[in-house]
Structures are given as C-alpha cells and as structure tokens.
C-alpha cells in the first residue's frame, strides 16, 4: 500500500481535501499535516513540518499545497533531500517524476487547471524515474545542495 503525506496551508484546504478523498478511496495510506481551516498561517511552517516528517521514512512521496504553490515548493526545495516539483500539467507531472524524481509535488488552491489535480497526481505515480543522464542530473541537484553547506562546489560543464 502506497503512504503519501499531504499539508497544505490555509489557501488550498479545499484542495486538499479533494485530494485525501481520491486517495482514501483509492485504498492509499494518508498522513494529512494540516491544516483544516481557511484561518491564515504561514507556508513555510507547514512545508517544514510536512517534509522533516516525510524524512523520517516510509512514504513513498509528498504533496504540498498554498494558495499558487509557488511558495510551499521554493520552501521546501530549501530542506535537504526534497526535490519538490510545482505540477501544472500532465506534462510536467510526468517530467517531475522521470526526469527529477521529485519526492514532492506540489499544486495551488486559488489556481484554475486545465487538467483535474487527480489526474496529474496518477500521472507521476504511474511514471517510472528514467535514470541514465537524469540520474547523473539529479545528483548534480543534491550536490549543490551539499555544496551550499560549505561554498565552495564546482563541477565542469
């Protein structure tokens, strides 16, 4: 059974909710962060919380919600060892996967898609990392993010 964890802040509850129901009654495994009111908080708090729980192990991925999702996923792309990809289409949640492999995604309550969120989530579930030439692309992502620790990473190109 697959395990996903959810949060979002004020600006997509809504969002979330619809999303928790697809994968409830898809037999999934759900640890939802919060929030559950329309009462303003702070997207960094929430995607701190959601991430640092997610890497304590056993989820197979994440999924963050904010008003445009913007800043939820730049948060979270902050925090070691998330790669959180800001999902528009079908497009990019199948790229998200095979060719970043995101541990997160991440969608805007207050944005209007073309394509049902649902949708876009069975895309990256159903996608498969690609590896080869990504993989080599995703290390050199993580490696950056080791490199900010002490300043002073350099590859050639």
């Not at 329309?38 to 919600?65: H, Q, R, T």
């Not at 959180?84 to 497009?91: G, R, S, T, W, Y």
């Not at 992502?141 to 990473?153: C, G, K, P, R, Y």
Request: glycine share 8%; proline share 1%; with cysteine.
């Amino acid at each position: 059974m697959k395990k996903i964890i959810i949060a979002s802040d004020h600006g997509a509850v809504a969002l979330k909710s619809e999303i928790i129901f697809f994968f409830k009654a898809n037999k999934f495994e759900v640890n939802d962060m919060g929030v559950d009111s329309e009462d303003s908080v702070d997207y960094p708090d929430i995607a701190l919380l959601a991430c640092n729980e997610f890497k304590k192990g056993g989820y197979d991925f994440g999924i963050l919600l904010c008003g445009t999702g913007i800043g939820i996923s730049i948060t979270a792309n902050k925090i070691k060892g998330i790669r959180c990809a800001l999902i528009h289409d079908l497009f990019t949640a199948e790229m998200a996967k095979a060719h970043n492999d995101a541990n997160f995604i991440a969608f805007g309550g207050r944005v209007k898609y073309n394509v049902p969120v649902t949708q876009m989530i069975e895309k990256f579930m159903s996608t498969e990392f690609a590896g080869g030439r990504h993989l080599r692309r995703v290390e050199k992502m993580m490696a950056v993010e080791e490199s900010t620790q002490s300043n002073s990473f350099r590859w050639d190109i």
